[in-house]
């Protein structure tokens, strides 16, 4: 008896809970891996939220509950979720099971390590350095350094952290207020998370100038430079351009080469927000979208997005060798990262980071990569391209298709024209009615489960879908039945 | 035939990856699980670095794997990386495993999605609400607001950026220049991620002032009092304290309602860095260590630590009710939240966030207080602190063990006196030659992987042992042997 308590023996019993883990992974697989992947299963179970609310009863008592209704929950709760898994889910940049990064990250969760030193996840510090140093190759870079970082937005802000940094070394310790007012230059249709890491890092949202994009959603050069020497002239110091290699909506790639020209010019750190369009690199055919990327200093890349690794899987990629990560972030906490430990310190990379504990983000792209090789991670970024081909060429054969643009990536932004509204473009309320198309549309399909895609209004153009082709488990068949379904939920309005 | 393609069906196998996700679960249930707990195997499996990178061949190449070869990788990464579930394993602030929790981590890894809308998340987002508020009602809320964070870190930049958002709203859209010099408050104890937030918001180190602790590293109120009317004084604004309830090395709580009464006079945003302490809120016995937390503006709560949720499960809870975290945070991204959906939209929590895509980090919280309980976490933590008095009283009954304080928390600090040094504190060299006992007693359980401790130095105190007693599956034979085994490591130092 100690301080009142029973010390009498473990309260965890490890055959007890490792018996419950089987027979959920036996769920798990049936749920979210059979039936979440068979195209006669729903891609959602749709609920209103009363509804689920009551359904799920996810309210938390004083007591705990028995091994049936446990694995009942597991049930519940994988079936009333999206199946992003299935082969018609297209509604987010993520889609499909890979299940060598399935297993990664299984594995990653049983062995539960925190990416800081090389004591407690060897394997991992090991593992990252290498699948950096990978990617990094892609990008063109020998040397360089990164990191894996919770999402695409983070690693934008690693890319502005270090970029003011390098220009002013003095704001880690005195804060803006020590230097001039700074200005960030980014396009009109780049990711909202640039405008967020500059709030979130002091900068202030109207210090990000917008610069103008072309028809198609790529950056426009001469803007930029404009942009540049009008911020300059009011005062402001340009420090920071950041790219966009694969925009969030129409899936648009940033002229690069023109971009690094502008930055050296002007002497500013080039980013290249690559989360959604990095993986291109892999393949020799569409490389080329890419073009100019190694002159970067900074490349943001989410593997969780085209190359289904599962969230999250971020890399933040650097081309400097100075240390520059280290030297913005580290707080030399004495109690990680001890200064007499009897390996090699710099091993211990996790003050480069500005989180403490940091998830193993690394394996599961390391396992899928070893089983795939490069060669087949190339493989599945050229049949998404192709399968996108496909698509638009099959929307073009049918009426009330109407393509935004020719994607040059596998974004494939469109308007459902119902029957009604065909022929109708100079009628006053065209663009009234069009907008309301694609929600009905959406709700339909949703309520029936039949499939997902999303739609978003941009600038002066109402409502449209933006249907994305990444997974490589999908057919020619999923590609006719997304068109038909259109057309079988919309034909009415 | 599509751009030289063939679009001969999906490249992906459900079945074959199926069946390797099921003999990989085997490997995992074996290696992570059975062998990662057992007190018979090694805690870790030590390798110098060059030769880990050769056992592993880490490299990534053209061609893929067979199916053999990849579950011998996934056996060899098990094999060879630290086994945090291990009873032994005492290194870090979290160990041990909750299956549970496990389950739900499984679970969260297959479905897959994103927490940001309740289209993609329609169970999670209703469910992160449910955990959020039980949270909040155990620090003493009806009302409030919470997101969950990719660690504590990031949770307390979320706290530095709500206090200065509430305190200057324009520094949203105009940046620090737009506003007064700022100032921070935390103690001289407090945890690192309080400076690495600062630098990263654009704040500064230089503006984070360092309040005096006692002995047992508990913030001094009369210094923080005197601290902000100082730095107020030399032209600085005032407006958040960082105080923090279990400290990483000590495991001090701060008097918070001391520190509230405090951050009320001056009108200051009183945040509670509890990522580690706050779990003693589930025990009747013990929460009296952060009464007046209820007196916070937030509070950062890291279930991934004494919860065993496993990384990464981290909370940051907020009293406002007005929105403050959506309106500070938000950039209304249109292609995420339509201003038109069919169902309500308040339930789109994403745009609180500063990430886009966010890991689904409640549900392995949820299903585990599912299957305790309340009452069983409450149990958990109370027998944790029990383990922790008869540690110390354990060690009082050695010769050799020195306390560097009496224990508030599970934490122990504390000296091993090896024969050789015993008696000899007036010597010259005594401080030298104890600060080098630690690291060779540490070396030493690593290469041999009997068990794993952490140690540091801390201002004037040379090395010491930072023990910490957390997991709910070690008996006092974990504890005895703990102690064996340091004299057995350090007697002929
Ligand atoms: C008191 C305290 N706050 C914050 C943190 C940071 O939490 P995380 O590692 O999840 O970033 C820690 C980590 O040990 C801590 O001890
Ligand atoms: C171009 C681009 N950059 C950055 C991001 C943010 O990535 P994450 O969701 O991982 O934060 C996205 C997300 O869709 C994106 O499309």
Chains 1, 2 share one sequence.
Not at 311 to 323: A, H, I, P, Y
Request: with cysteine; hydrophobic share 40%; aromatic share 10%.
């Amino acid at each position: 008896l100690q301080n009142g308590e029973h010390l009498n023996g473990p309260l965890l019993d490890h055959a007890e809970g490792q018996h419950f883990l089987t027979e959920a992974f036996q769920v798990i697989l049936e749920e979210a891996l059979c039936k979440g992947t068979d195209v006669d299963e729903k891609v959602c179970e749709w609920r209103d939220p009363e509804e689920l609310r009551a359904v799920l009863d996810l309210e938390l008592r004083e007591g705990g509950e028995t091994h049936d209704q446990l694995l009942q929950r597991v049930r519940d709760v994988a079936k009333y979720s999206v199946k992003t898994n299935h082969p018609r889910f297209f509604n987010q940049l993520f889609a499909g099971v890979d299940y060598h990064a399935l297993t990664g990250r299984f594995l990653t969760e049983a062995l539960n390590t925190s990416q800081y030193t090389y004591e407690v996840a060897p394997v991992f510090v090991l593992m990252e350095d290498v699948v950096l140093s990978k990617l990094r190759a892609l990008v063109g870079w020998a040397e360089g350094d990164g990191i894996f970082c919770p999402g695409g937005s983070i690693s934008n802000m690693y890319a502005m952290n270090l970029a003011r940094y390098r220009a002013f070394p003095q704001v880690k310790l005195q804060g803006l207020w020590a230097i001039p007012r700074l200005a960030i230059f980014t396009s009109q249709e780049s990711h909202y998370s640039v405008c967020k890491a500059a709030s979130f890092q002091g900068i202030g949202l109207e210090n990000v100038h917008f610069v103008k994009v072309d028809e198609r959603g790529c950056m426009i050069p001469e803007d930029l430079d404009e942009k540049i020497e009008l911020a300059r002239s009011q005062g402001a110091v340009p420090f920071l351009v950041s790219a966009t290699s694969g925009t969030t909506i129409q899936g648009a790639f940033d002229p690069l080469d023109s971009i690094a020209d502008i930055c050296e010019k002007h002497g500013l750190w080039m980013h290249v927000d690559a989360a959604w369009g990095g993986s291109v690199l892999f393949s020799k055919k569409h490389r080329h979208l890419v073009k100019g990327i190694e002159r970067a200093d900074s490349v943001t890349w989410n593997p969780h997005k085209m190359l289904l690794t599962g969230l999250q899987c971020s890399v933040f990629l650097l081309k400097d060798t100075t240390n520059l990560l280290k030297r913005c972030h580290c707080a030399n906490a004495t109690y990680l990262f001890q200064q007499d430990k009897f390996y090699d310190m710099s091993l211990d990379t996790g003050d480069k980071s500005v989180q403490c504990g940091r998830k193993v983000d690394c394996l599961k792209l390391w396992l899928m990569w070893k089983a795939l090789g490069t060669q087949g991670l190339a493989e599945r970024v050229d049949k998404a391209f192709a399968y996108t081909r496909y698509l638009v060429e099959e929307m073009r054969k049918r009426e009330g298709f109407q393509l935004v643009n020719e994607p040059q990536f596998v974004n494939v932004c469109f308007w459902f024209i119902p029957p009604s509204l065909r022929g109708m473009e100079d009628s006053e309320d065209y663009r009234h009615r069009l907008s309301k198309v694609a929600p009905v549309i959406k709700e339909r399909m949703m309520r029936q489960g039949s499939m997902m895609v999303g739609y978003q209004p941009q600038k002066e153009r109402v409502n449209f879908f933006r249907m994305v082709i990444l997974s490589p488990q999908i057919a020619r068949q999923d590609l006719d039945f997304f068109l038909d379904e259109i057309e079988r939920l919309g034909n009415d309005l």
